[in-house]
């Protein structure tokens, strides 16, 4: 057998491989660029806003440009880390992480439609809501909810957490029965339709959604509002090519400011669409109000968190402040410049306008000897909850409980058949530790809450209601992105059966020693328990957004089930065939081969089959990151509250799900 084993050794290290050879095709040297824009609205909507720049882009500088959107930060970052993403439109938070992870750097600087160069985070709340200050909001008892924006959003969740949770000691997590997070659009139609009681948003996005869902701002009322936030950097890869860098950079700089009238004119309507005024040129000093921002964040949670030891407190205050002086430094050299720069303004109009240049200076050179402000920190008591182990204690107690019970119930009568006091202990054992379980995770599923499927049914039936008026508006694309998910499932599919031949056959007792069995079956666990979004994120590092990391997503993940399924029926057969093939003098390949795969092929099949169907809905998560297919449009839909048009979605998806089970049901009559 060690030729058969080196075989299907040497197979399966090549299955393994296999996506490292894409990789190395994609290292070729391209005329081309992957330009990102992150979703704040419906991906649609904004790819569509988007293409007449990036057209433009690539009429001027000559480069091919590659639109690609997503609707969460982390994604974009890790592809731009891995060279998958080029050049991108990011929040101030995200692209300082894209400086910090993918050694990017600011070259840009958006501006409004009015010029200015700023914009403010807010808190909304329904218009009737009863919340009219921040203390009705942080009563913390547990009795509101809040939507925060994605992990990496300025707006969204830093500005609010540096100047609002941090300072008070309050961690929203504990301080609101639920917290959510999800785009700004999302957050202010879920505010007005009462799905929350309050949530972050920005100024920038509420004047958008103005013009595309002015009835929505009607039901949302602005609770608190933050200091100006600069606007949002572009951000490029360092190792970008010279030439391309510059060619770049002056498409950025004159766009909307270039050719004649009616150029200018069709640039700036194009940039208004977009929200925009146009870019002005910066460098990573454009995020240094963020580190700041940061860090004044992590001062306050460490001061008020009543979970560290002393100890722990003043080193983590120590690093912090040493982090404040260093950003300080830096902050006190781009003010000088930047006063130096003013001041010589301002004394050139000392002569026409001696009093106002005047005032000017005074008030410059008064705001650069300003200190900058500190935060003041106060403690807040945290909601109690069941802790872990009081919930250890009573599930270990009611286990305890009935294994007492158990153990007596199966008392042998006296002249009854008797039962080994060992079978009778792991008995008591299983089914005593299992109801333990039950008990101990009663509070952490919410189990508690069952009685409220019959109290809120009329809210499910109104919820249900709300897809049964279609919105057919754009079938064809959903269409379209439907075929893309079920492409992605087969060929996710196919590559995890290819894989999955060799690793099954090693993964075999009756085939492979146990010195290859026990390793590969160990590999294929780790394969069946990392879910498909994370193994996608990962291949997005690779390859980039897009399908095809969506497709090696669901080919490692299906690897291992079918591994698996493929080595039991393997097990399983009949070692006649086999000893027969072996008693023509037929080496090891020829007894797998003809003893060992006729009798497996049917089965195999079968399982293949049922993992397709499986991986067409699976490939309708994977969109989230960036995968491709259908779920980015689904979840985007369900999150806007667009029941018509999610209703429409999840009809197309239920019909390809249909037909590819109907394929699959021909084809295993053909194949069992």
């Known amino acids: 057998m060690t030729f058969l084993i080196r075989s299907l050794a040497i197979i399966a290290a090549f299955c393994l491989l296999d996506a490292s050879g894409i990789a190395w095709a994609q290292e070729e040297e391209r005329e081309s660029i992957v330009f990102s824009v992150i979703s704040t609205e419906q991906t649609e909507a904004v790819e569509a806003l988007w293409q007449p720049f990036v057209a433009d882009m690539e009429e001027t500088t000559g480069l091919e440009v590659e639109l690609v959107s997503a609707i969460d930060y982390a994604g974009v970052i890790e592809a731009m880390r891995f060279g998958q993403v080029d050049v991108g439109w990011f929040s101030n938070l995200s692209g300082l992480q894209a400086i910090r992870l993918a050694d990017a750097e600011v070259f840009a600087k958006t501006l409004y439609p009015g010029g200015q160069e700023g914009y403010r985070s807010v808190i909304l709340v329904p218009d009737d809501s009863p919340i009219q200050t921040l203390d009705d909001l942080l009563v913390c008892d547990g009795s509101l909810s809040f939507a925060l924006g994605d992990p990496n959003s300025t707006s969204g969740t830093l500005v609010p957490l540096a100047y609002i949770f941090a300072p008070r000691g309050i961690d929203p997590q504990t301080c609101f029965s639920q917290v959510t997070n999800a785009n700004h659009e999302q957050t202010a139609l879920a505010v007005a339709n009462g799905f929350v009681d309050a949530g972050t948003n920005n100024t920038t996005n509420l004047e958008r959604l103005a013009q595309t869902r002015p009835e929505a701002l009607e039901d949302v009322r602005i609770l608190w509002t933050s200091p100006l936030i600069q606007t949002d950097p572009i951000v490029w890869r360092r190792d970008l090519p010279e030439d391309a860098k510059a060619d770049i950079l002056s498409f950025f700089l004159t766009y909307g400011f270039r050719g004649g009238a009616d150029q200018r004119a069709r640039e700036q309507a194009i940039l208004e669409a977009l929200f925009l005024g146009g870019f002005l040129p910066a460098t990573d000093e454009h995020l240094l109000p963020i580190r700041r921002l940061e860090l004044m964040r992590d001062l306050a949670e460490t001061q008020a968190s009543d979970e560290l030891e002393d100890g722990e407190r003043a080193a983590r205050l120590e690093q912090v402040e040493i982090a404040m002086g260093e950003l300080a430094a830096e902050e006190r050299r781009v003010a000088v410049r930047d006063l130096a720069d003013d001041l010589i303004e301002a004394r050139a109009r000392m002569d026409a306008e001696p009093d106002e ?26 909601r109690v909850t069941a802790g872990e182990l009081t ?10 409980a009935l294994f007492g019970v158990l153990m007596i119930r199966s008392r042998p009568p006296r002249f009854g058949p008797s039962k080994l006091m060992s079978d009778r202990l792991i008995d008591a054992a299983i089914w005593s530790g299992l109801f333990g379980l039950l008990i101990w995770s009663f509070w952490p599923a919410e189990m508690f809450k069952l009685p409220l ?97 969506g497709v090696m997503a669901l080919a490692l993940h299906t690897t291992g089930v079918l591994a698996k399924l493929f080595s039991e029926a393997v ?43 499986s991986n067409t809905r699976a490939a309708t998560i994977l969109g989230l990151i960036g995968a491709g297919g259908i779920g980015q449009v689904l979840i985007q839909n369900i999150r806007s509250f667009e029941y018509g048009k999610t209703a429409t979605i999840l009809l197309i998806i239920i019909a390809a799900v249909t037909m590819v089970d109907l394929l699959s049901q021909m084809l295993r009559k053909r194949l069992v």
């Open 357 to 382: 240049a005047s005032a000017q200076i005074t008030g410059l050179v008064s705001s650069f000897l300003a200190a900058q402000p500190r935060i003041e920190v106060e403690r807040r008591a945290r």
């Open 391 to 400: 919930r250890g204690l009573i599930g270990l107690g009611s286990g305890l």
């Open 453 to 549: 499927l019959g109290a809120n049914a009329p809210r499910m039936g109104e919820y249900i209601a709300g897809f049964l008026q279609l919105d057919l508006d754009g079938w064809e694309g959903y269409a379209r992105q439907t075929l893309i998910t079920v492409q992605i499932a087969l060929w996710g599919t196919v590559v995890a059966v290819v894989a999955a031949i060799p690793f099954g056959l090693l993964a075999s007792r009756n085939i492979a020693p146990v010195w290859i069995v026990q390793p590969v079956r160990r590999l294929m666990d780790a394969f069946r328990a990392i879910n498909e979004l994370v193994v996608a994120a990962i291949f997005v590092a690779a390859v980039g957004l897009g399908p095809f990391a």
């Open 571 to 613: 097990e399983a057969i009949d070692d006649g065939p086999v000893e027969g093939v072996r008693a023509t003098g037929a080496g090891p390949v020829n007894e797998v081969v003809w003893g060992v795969i006729p009798q497996v092929i049917p089965l195999w099949a079968s399982y293949a089959l049922y993992r397709f169907e």
